[in-house]
């Protein structure tokens, strides 16, 4: 052996490093123009955060299944005689098991520090940002804000997703620090999943579209539950002679959200405060297309009906209406899997999520006036960035229930003839 | 400066009870607490390692070398493999226990009986 060799046996290679399959570094967030200014170590934060959630999901999370499938599952048939009935069987069941409190526990605890450390972000350089913010949107039309509006129980019942604030809070005038630390901690969350700008879902949406939709030219563009915009600005994007209506009801969001469409220009959208339920400013018949993304699951029973009618009065013949969300939970979807679905639902603050996912989504379609034959079925998953993340393309192995970035269309296209005979 | 403190809004709590999962609510806390301690040390050493790669390329280190660095991708991966090897060393007893259900484990106690048996 010599020097050169590094003291390995003679004829043996040196061992390649462990390939790397984790998230990437933080610093490759798509940084826009109102994006918060974000320290070394605040950005060391978000990669600690964005490796548990990866660790929990791959490494401690699969520890559950297997403590069902050992114990959780066989002492309940023992002890009751029979199988689990219904997912919240299962989930009372679990809450008993140790895997499954640890890796809940985990979890609680790493979206709060994920909350925590977005939060001290945009908190400490809160003057500056709303001021930066307030020179892009001051005075322009496109931002139409309603004081007065009233919060819709499902809003202020409970802060979702253990968001402290929710989308409407706002701790001193002007304020868009909420929007922006959600914006900031997506790319954490997600471990880069929806793309650099947080928009793959939107992007998948627009493509969608396209493919499937290819002769439809929408005018008239209407977002419901539009949240900052990072969904609605790719679909804005891919029509850019349409005119584009993104309603929320939170201000910080509608202001961020314009702010930040500005400086990554996209010009063509407004945003509106608003309740969605009830839109009553706008006319019959006025819209091309009305897109909701990762939106109903925050609503409630009675607004969805209001809303599925609101979307239906509003859509031009012709026009189509898409909701996105993830699937639904059908007798096909295994009890198991329906109860993890439903961990966001009661432990992070997503409590409509679970009654959600368990009605007949095509029922509440067809009550709200749109035609059985003419409603839409598909499937989309997050548009990524390759540079960012070359394997994302075809990872199809890590399933985060209720997380991972691949989500079911269901709309309707709004037949001519129905129209008309109205 | 702001108007807004962020060391008393940065940890505010979400509206909504908070659930607790382990037997004993103190434990929990405890890990919560463990927890934010593991995230801190992370920071330090991911910020060690870009004073040591600033020194390796420059031979001399400001701040504002630090706060501007960005990692190249195999410096991120690197990085990255690290907290890989961190969280797993952090959280083996979850790793431990996920293995022991599967492992059909007895007591040393109770092999030791069975070895002494003649």
């Given at each position: 052996m010599s020097p050169a060799d590094g003291g390995r046996p003679a004829g043996t290679a040196p061992q390649e490093p462990r390939a790397y399959d984790?998230?990437?570094?933080?610093?490759?967030?798509?940084?826009?123009?109102?994006?918060?200014?974000?320290?070394?170590?605040?950005?060391?934060?978000?990669?600690?955060?964005?490796?548990?959630?990866?660790?929990?999901?791959?490494?401690?999370?699969?520890?559950?299944?297997?403590?069902?499938?050992?114990?959780?599952?066989?002492?309940?048939?023992?002890?009751?005689?029979?199988?689990?009935?219904?997912?919240?069987?299962?989930?009372?069941?679990?809450?008993?098991?140790?895997?499954?409190?640890?890796?809940?526990?985990?979890?609680?605890?790493?979206?709060?520090?994920?909350?925590?450390?977005?939060?001290?972000?945009?908190?400490?350089?809160?003057?500056?940002?709303?001021?930066?913010?307030?020179?892009?949107?001051?005075?322009?039309?496109?931002?139409?804000?309603?004081?007065?509006?009233?919060?819709?129980?499902?809003?202020?019942?409970?802060?979702?997703?253990?968001?402290?604030?929710?989308?409407?809070?706002?701790?001193?005038?002007?304020?868009?620090t909420g929007a922006a630390n959600y914006d900031i901690g997506l790319f954490a969350t997600t471990g880069g999943m929806l793309g650099r700008f947080n928009d793959g879902g939107g992007v998948a949406v627009a493509r969608w579209v396209k493919k499937n939709l290819p002769d439809f030219e929408p005018k008239r563009i209407l977002d419901i539950g539009c949240g900052l915009g990072h969904n609605v600005l790719p679909i804005a994007a891919a029509y850019p002679d349409a005119e584009v209506i993104a309603v929320d009801v939170g201000a910080p969001m509608l202001r961020y959200g314009l702010a930040r469409a500005k400086t990554l220009g996209v010009d063509n959208v407004a945003f509106v405060q608003g309740d969605v339920s009830k839109l009553s400013a706008y006319a019959d018949e006025s819209f091309d297309w009305i897109q909701s993304t990762m939106f109903l699951h925050?609503?409630?029973?009675?607004?969805?009906?209001?809303?599925?009618?609101?979307?239906?009065?509003?859509?031009?013949?012709?026009?189509?209406?898409?909701?996105?969300?993830?699937?639904?939970?059908?007798?096909?979807?295994?009890?198991?899997?329906?109860?993890?679905?439903?961990?966001?639902?009661?432990?992070?603050?997503?409590?409509?999520?679970?009654?959600?996912?368990?009605?007949?989504?095509?029922?509440?379609?067809?009550?709200?006036?749109?035609?059985?034959?003419?409603?839409?079925?598909?499937?989309?998953?997050?548009?990524?960035?390759?540079?960012?993340?070359?394997?994302?393309?075809?990872?199809?192995?890590?399933?985060?229930?209720?997380?991972?970035?691949?989500?079911?269309?269901?709309?309707?296209?709004?037949?001519?003839?129905?129209?008309?005979?109205? | 400066m702001?108007?807004?403190?962020?060391?008393?809004?940065?940890?505010?709590k979400a509206k909504g009870k908070r659930p607790f999962f382990l037997e004993n609510p103190d434990v929990e806390r405890l890990m919560t607490i463990v927890m934010a301690v593991a995230q801190e040390l992370a920071v330090v050493r991911e910020r060690l390692d870009t004073v040591e790669r600033l020194l390796d390329e420059k031979g001399t280190i400001s701040r504002a070398d630090i706060e501007a660095f960005s990692p190249d991708k195999a410096a991120a991966d690197e990085r990255g493999a690290w907290m890989q090897e961190y969280l797993a060393r952090v959280l083996r007893v979850l790793q431990q226990d996920r293995e022991a259900l599967q492992a059909g484990d007895q007591y040393s106690e109770e092999i030791a009986e069975e070895l002494a048996k003649s």
């Open positions: 984790g998230p990437p570094d933080y610093r490759v967030v798509g940084r826009h123009g109102v994006f918060p200014e974000t320290s070394h170590d605040e950005i060391a934060r978000f990669n600690f955060l964005a490796h548990m959630n990866r660790h929990l999901a791959t490494k401690v999370m699969p520890g559950v299944k297997d403590a069902y499938d050992a114990r959780v599952e066989p002492a309940f048939a023992k002890a009751e005689g029979r199988a689990f009935a219904n997912r919240h069987e299962v989930r009372k069941a679990l809450l008993k098991d140790p895997m499954f409190q640890w890796w809940s526990a985990l979890r609680r605890a790493t979206m709060e520090q994920r909350q925590q450390a977005g939060r001290w972000v945009t908190l400490r350089q809160a003057d500056d940002l709303n001021a930066r913010i307030g020179a892009l949107t001051e005075g322009d039309r496109r931002l139409a804000l309603d004081p007065s509006l009233d919060m819709p129980r499902y809003v202020s019942a409970v802060d979702h997703h253990c968001m402290p604030g929710s989308y409407h809070t706002e701790l001193t005038k002007g304020d868009a925050e609503t409630s029973y009675t607004s969805m009906q209001a809303i599925f009618k609101e979307t239906q009065r509003l859509l031009k013949p012709g026009g189509v209406v898409l909701h996105v969300e993830q699937p639904q939970y059908t007798d096909d979807m295994l009890l198991f899997e329906q109860a993890m679905r439903d961990w966001d639902a009661f432990y992070n603050n997503e409590p409509f999520w679970t009654k959600m996912h368990e009605i007949d989504l095509d029922a509440f379609m067809k009550a709200a006036g749109f035609d059985g034959e003419a409603l839409i079925h598909g499937g989309v998953a997050a548009v990524v960035d390759p540079e960012v993340f070359p394997e994302a393309a075809g990872d199809d192995e890590q399933e985060d229930y209720g997380r991972k970035a691949a989500w079911h269309v269901v709309g309707a296209r709004k037949g001519a003839a129905q129209a008309a005979a109205q | 702001t108007s807004l403190d962020p060391l008393a809004l940065a940890g505010a």
